[in-house]
């Protein structure tokens, strides 16, 4: 290398370590825990249980309580590796399923699950207490072709219905404790404040009010009452309010960095984990994002101070998957940084051997202080003993395991239907032209109409959510849903997505909207509605063109600028990620064959819909006017008239530059 280059790598680097150091000496963001509510303990002290720990703990190797806070995949560990390895929780990750196989059958979960058990408690590395397996059970028990499927929570948002929250809940508990296992990572309680944020489907609302108040619906639901004989019971599991802290607001971006005030992260963002912990959650999993530039699995004011300190949380934290590698100097295969933290389980789903003996050796060498060692084994042991892990017996034995016909029966997937119904957003309905008489001819179109997997969005079958419809044995597609209803008072549905008929229908529904995807991968630069590609907007444009009438029933993960595809459609119906129980969109769109409605609408958004390709202002968060706010939502009664919209977005003007002040002596 000739002497200016490596001048030019000497300058850099000696510019690097200076802002390295003064990086290092940055103050780091300032939490105040007595700022924080303290609250009462969810569950009383059960002292024969803590004894119990206490046995528990002091029978452990070091190896064994290591071992106790480490989380696997199975896509990564066998029952044979945990006879050696002590390992307290195994997960299946979004595209993890037995044999790697995602449709394989129920019984094949629950063999696995039993293979687990025996593995945990029985071989040389056999450990105290059996270990936990969890599962990303986020709107019903998803990885399971067959189970019930529940819209997304941003629908759930829109329904305002914490009773049927709670109910959700109970059904998706049951349902993953028919295939044996035991911990449901959900719900996910982020208040999100920027929906081009990828999981923006996955909060409840921007209303942190509407987040606190399902929160306790769904972890009860989950988990059961504490107090009462059906908490953490046979048909119950542990639920994982997530991700704590402030996964919403970081300014759209997945993992980002959330520049709230502490006193805005502590009124925005922790309504839901204190309503979740006052409603008995045994455990809570820690966000990839950072605040002011710290990441929250390295966060010790927020994870121990606040959450275990002030939030009296005594259950166990347990890391995102491979969360812990994100912190300066750790790796997937060792972090003391996380454990030191806070973090009570790492979710270690592939690193987990290096993992064990690096935490190992940092225990030995002092860099984990034995007291927090103890301190997170005990938390693990007392939501496993909470959970009955002692006395429940291998997975196959348990009350609800192998109940197959519980999964997706008919009485699950009628509260399914009732959410998707529930969930619906009317935002326009000119001339009244919904309900719709079911007796006429209905061309139903667009790329959405017929595909399960594009009404259901991420967290389905697969971690992206891109199965055919013939994965979902009990799914309805919309529109077989509508071709239902319409065949049986004698109309004629006609599905073509492209929107062609030979004969001219009555009317015309377009179901199109955003295509599946899951965390990062569903962010976005623009709330603009596929910037790239207009096909949707010139199918809706043409029909209208033919005097059709035209009912937009749009599919998204979250709000977005259509003012071009509303001013297109005569009625227009936010359906966010419904699942595949789209027979419900029908139950709403048409009359029933007297003539009578059989369902209004009764959903409102969860979420301010925004009036430019720019995200609406929220709260004191800056934006601009949204075009529907929090609340909107029509009924059939409602004048449905929409004005025209612009559709050409025109910025908004940029604050005037600071005068400059002028220099002495040219004025
Ligand atoms: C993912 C998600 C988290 C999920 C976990 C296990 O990265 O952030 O919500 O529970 O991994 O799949």
Redesign the pocket.
């Known amino acids: 290398m000739n002497s200016r280059p490596a001048k030019f790598a000497g300058y850099c680097m000696s510019l690097w370590m200076a802002f390295g150091a003064v990086a290092a000496e940055a103050p780091q963001p300032v939490i105040h825990p007595q700022r924080w509510p303290e609250l009462p303990p969810a569950l009383p002290r059960d002292e024969a249980l803590e004894a119990h720990v206490e046995e528990l703990l002091a029978r452990m190797s070091p190896e064994q309580k290591v071992g106790q806070l480490i989380q696997a995949d199975i896509g990564s560990i066998t029952p044979n590796d945990l006879r050696h390895y002590p390992l307290g929780s195994i ?1 299946n ?2 595209n993890s399923a037995p044999g790697d196989d995602k449709l394989t059958a129920p019984s094949e979960w629950l063999a696995l699950a039993d293979r687990f058990y025996e593995a945990s408690i029985g071989g040389a590395g056999a450990t105290v207490i059996p270990a936990l397996w969890g599962t ?1 059970a986020v709107h019903g028990h998803n990885n399971i072709p067959g189970a019930t499927i529940f819209p997304h929570n941003i629908g759930l948002g829109a329904a305002r219905d914490p009773e049927l929250i709670r109910r959700i809940g109970e059904i998706t508990a049951l349902e993953v404790r028919v295939t044996g296992l035991d911990w449901a ?1 959900s719900p996910t309680v982020a208040v999100a404040r920027d929906a081009r944020w990828g999981r923006t489907y996955e909060s409840y609302s921007e209303n942190p009010d509407v987040v606190r108040q399902y929160a306790v619906a769904m972890v009860t639901g989950l988990q059961g009452a504490p107090g009462t004989p059906q908490f953490l019971d046979a048909a119950h599991v542990l639920a994982t309010p ?2 704590f802290l402030g996964d919403g607001g970081t300014g759209g971006k997945d993992q980002g960095d959330n520049l709230y005030t502490e006193k805005q992260l502590l009124e925005l963002d922790s309504l839901g984990y204190q309503a979740a912990i006052l409603a008995g959650a045994q455990t809570v ?1 820690a966000s ?1 994002s950072s605040w002011r530039g710290q990441k929250m699995h390295g966060n010790h004011a927020l994870l121990t101070d606040v959450l275990k300190g002030r939030f009296g949380f005594e259950g166990l934290v347990i890391g ?2 491979n969360g812990h590698a994100q912190l300066p100097g750790c790796s997937a295969t060792r972090c003391a940084a996380a454990l030191n933290a806070g973090i009570d389980m790492f ?1 270690a789903p592939d690193g987990w051997r290096e993992l064990l003996k690096n935490t190992l050796d940092q225990v030995n060498a002092g860099e984990i202080g034995a007291a927090r060692l103890d301190d997170a084994v005990r938390r693990v042991l007392r939501v496993k003993l909470r959970a009955h892990l002692d006395t429940e017996g291998r997975p196959s034995s348990r009350p609800y395991a192998g109940r197959y016909e519980l999964l997706g029966s008919a009485e699950h997937r009628a509260v399914a239907r009732q959410a998707v119904r529930e969930s619906l957003v009317l935002l326009k309905n000119a001339n009244h032209l919904l309900p719709l008489s079911p007796a006429a001819h209905v061309l139903v179109a667009g790329d959405g109409a017929d595909s399960i997997a594009k009404q259901s969005g991420g967290w389905t079958i697969d971690w992206q959510g891109t199965e055919p419809n013939q994965d979902f044995p009990h799914g309805e597609s919309i529109y077989a849903g509508i071709a239902r209803c319409v065949s049986a008072a004698g109309g004629t549905p006609n599905l073509s997505p492209a929107g062609e008929f030979s004969t001219r229908p009555d009317v015309a529904i377009v179901v199109f909207g955003e295509s599946p995807y899951a ?1 990062y991968a569903g962010d976005v630069h623009t709330l603009e509605y596929s910037p790239g590609d207009k096909r949707d907007l010139a199918l809706l444009r043409r029909l209208h063109a033919l005097d059709i009438p035209v009912v937009a029933v749009f599919l998204s993960g979250r709000p977005l600028w259509v003012n071009a595809e509303l001013n297109a459609a005569d009625s227009f119906v936010a359906a966010w990620l419904p699942g595949p129980e789209g027979g419900g969109v029908a139950d709403v769109l048409f009359r029933a064959h007297d003539g009578t409605v059989q369902y209004d609408f009764r959903g409102t958004l969860p979420f301010s819909w925004p009036s430019s390709p720019r995200p609406p202002a929220v709260d004191e968060l800056p934006g601009e006017e949204p075009l529907f706010g929090v609340g909107y939502g029509l009924t059939y009664a409602d004048d449905g008239y929409l004005k025209r919209l612009p559709e050409v977005d025109v910025p908004p003007a940029l604050p005037p530059a600071p005068a400059r002040k002028r220099s002495r002596g040219r004025n």
Do not use: I, Q
């Open positions: 997960l990750g979004g990303d990572f997530k991700h999993m990839y995102d998957w979710m965390e």
